[in-house]
């Protein structure tokens, strides 16, 4: 009886780990490969964080990987580090889009983050022994502070030191994680000295921080530097004298376990590729003019002979 009970709990909970609920955010998508024909052993699961430019360098690795035989299932915009990452070391996903910078001082509030080698050389010191970071791209997609045009000719502001006798005055908007980041509000108030007058959670650097920052509810607010309303809005980021986001290039953390000899290769095709105009460019098809990632990321790849 009890071995017959152990066959039914196993059976129910694989269909549940399967299942596609529409309320979770680790809910498989359609698969981006059939490769079976091609004979390939090798299958993983993408994922993305919960803003565009992550969304369609997922779409860009699945892509890349489907086109050399590999099966590919894709879940996208699941959420902050906080959630995805836990996923990432359990294995519900196998590899995720990441910035050298950023994962580092996620898994280190003090790791040295000043420049490209020393960011992804923290960054492989840092991860988890079963997850792997593979060749970093050329490109740069780094946090900031941006104001408006209106706000920087009021308080004379063109870096983030500007802001110390200023910032009491001012909302910080930025995603609800950033309140207790190393790389947000703890941060700027240690490394700059800020103190805002309040912090209000916006979303992870897209259309509500833009709103908000256009409509006066927050003054200052976190975006991403190739988001393409910084310039549609004449907005101002502010310089980052101190280097307190350093460098953030982008790059592949996969599981070890998937990351076989032709897995690698394809994607570090991706990154030798990339570079940061060009996902500024790829990114603003998506954001400005609403272009289906996935066809973004389809025809970049087909551009540079990857598929």
């Known amino acids: 009886m009890k071995k017959h009970l152990a066959?039914?709990?196993?059976?129910?909970?694989?269909?549940a780990l399967t299942a596609c609920g529409s309320g979770d955010p680790l809910a498989s998508s359609a698969p981006a490969s059939s490769a079976a024909s091609s004979g390939s052993?090798?299958?993983?699961?993408?994922?993305?964080a919960n803003f565009p430019e992550n969304e369609l360098l997922a779409d860009i690795y699945a892509g890349a990987l489907t086109a050399k035989g590999v099966q590919v299932t894709t879940k996208l915009n699941i959420a902050s580090r906080e959630t995805y990452v836990p996923a990432l070391k359990n294995g519900e996903i196998d590899l995720i889009p990441e910035y050298t910078g950023g994962f580092s001082k996620y898994l280190n509030a003090d790791a040295d983050i000043s420049d490209e080698a020393t960011a992804l050389a923290s960054l492989k010191s840092l991860l988890p022994d079963n997850l792997e970071?593979?060749?970093?791209?050329?490109?740069?997609?780094?946090?900031?502070?941006?104001?408006?045009?209106?706000?920087?000719?009021?308080?004379n502001l063109t870096t983030i030191d500007d802001l110390a006798p200023v910032a009491g005055e001012m909302v910080l908007g930025g995603p609800p994680e950033w309140k207790?980041?190393?790389?947000g509000v703890p941060g700027l108030k240690k490394v700059y000295g800020l103190v805002f007058k309040d912090f209000r959670a916006t979303d992870a650097a897209g259309p509500l921080t833009v709103q908000a920052l256009k409509n006066g509810q927050i003054q200052a607010g976190n975006l991403f530097t190739?988001?393409?309303?910084?310039?549609?809005?004449?907005?101002?980021?502010?310089e980052d004298t101190k280097s307190f986001f350093g460098a953030q290039n982008v790059v592949p953390v996969i599981n070890k376990a998937k990351a076989t000899p032709e897995v690698v290769a394809a994607l570090n095709a991706v990154s030798a590729k990339l570079d940061t105009d060009t996902l500024a460019t790829l990114v603003t098809k998506v954001v400005v003019d609403k272009d289906d990632a996935a066809t973004v990321a389809s025809d970049w790849?087909?551009?540079?002979?990857?598929?």
Not at 133 to 155: G, H, M, N, W
């Open 226 to 238: 190739t988001d393409p309303s910084i310039k549609a809005n004449d907005f101002v980021t502010l």
């Open 7 to 15: 066959i039914l709990v196993a059976a129910t909970a694989s269909l």
């Open 301 to 307: 790849l087909t551009s540079v002979g990857l598929a």
């Open 133 to 155: 970071a593979l060749e970093p791209s050329k490109a740069q997609d780094k946090d900031s502070i941006t104001v408006t045009r209106a706000t920087a000719d009021k308080y």
């Open 41 to 48: 052993t090798v299958s993983l699961v993408v994922g993305s």
């Open 180 to 183: 207790n980041r190393a790389l």
